[in-house]
């Protein structure tokens, strides 16, 4: 079946250390996407990609840093940068980067830093 | 740039009745599309319904259907016979059509509204 692999579900850091958060689809879509979701704060989104060797910044990018190497994959770090890591972070794809294509989601990625 | 706003933090409604969740947006673009999105407590992000702007026709599917009022920028979702499997956090989020490069940076969301199904 077709769909969005995040991994780990769980992760767990000591302050100032950087982690990578891992997200694959083989969905064949264009598009990618990383969100933050924190409790009372929806969605809000951090780094997207149109298409391989591209990326663009969202609305909370400090801190965070992506690569989109293949077209499946989309790993997003979290630096020691990031004064605030600890939430649920969701990976997203769309068909295409544009219109009515919704975004399909990954099950996410709880990490703590301590 | 464009904001959502779903002005209920928490709904509670008995089982088997009907309940709307409301959403309002801000833009000033005449084509766009809309969407409602379920998170259970697995936290997987689930596509309810979607609405094109340029359609009057208000969406439906099953038991959800929505109230798009265009001029008013609302898009509220009803749901019927509300279940005990529709208990979830609901979205409301907004995208640009995409014709003046708008629209690549995904969705925009709504903070959620809790539902509570009262058995």
């Known amino acids: 079946d077709g769909g969005i692999t995040q991994s780990p579900k769980y992760l767990f850091r000591k302050e100032g250390q950087n982690v990578t958060l891992s997200c694959e689809q083989n969905?064949?879509?264009?598009?990618m996407y990383w969100y933050r979701q924190d409790p009372g704060q929806g969605l809000r989104l951090i780094y997207y990609?149109?298409?391989?060797?591209?990326?663009q910044k969202g609305d909370i990018a400090e801190g965070y840093s992506v690569s989109r190497e293949k077209k499946e994959s989309f790993p997003l770090t979290v630096t020691s940068a990031q004064k605030n890591p600890t939430a649920f972070y969701l990976c997203?794809?769309?068909?295409?980067?544009?219109?009515?294509?919704?975004?399909?989601f990954g099950n996410g990625t709880r990490l703590t830093v301590t | 740039a464009q904001t959502v706003t779903q002005s209920q933090p928490e709904m509670s409604v008995q089982e088997a009745e009907t309940v709307t969740l409301s959403c309002t947006y801000d833009t000033s673009e005449s084509d766009y599309y809309l969407f409602w999105y379920k998170q259970p407590p697995s936290r997987q992000m689930i596509l309810v319904i979607r609405q094109e702007a340029y359609k009057q026709q208000n969406a439906t599917e099953n038991r959800f259907s929505v109230n798009f009022q265009k001029a008013a920028k609302s898009f509220s979702l009803k749901i019927s016979d509300s279940q005990l499997g529709d208990a979830a956090m609901y979205f409301c989020a907004y995208r640009s059509q995409g014709y003046s490069g708008g629209g690549a940076d995904g969705l925009t969301f709504g903070k959620g509204t809790h539902l509570i199904i009262q058995p």
């Open positions: 969905l064949n879509h264009d598009a």
């Open positions: 997203a794809s769309s068909l295409l980067a544009r219109g009515n294509s919704p975004l399909h």
């Open positions: 990609s149109q298409i391989v060797n591209d990326f």
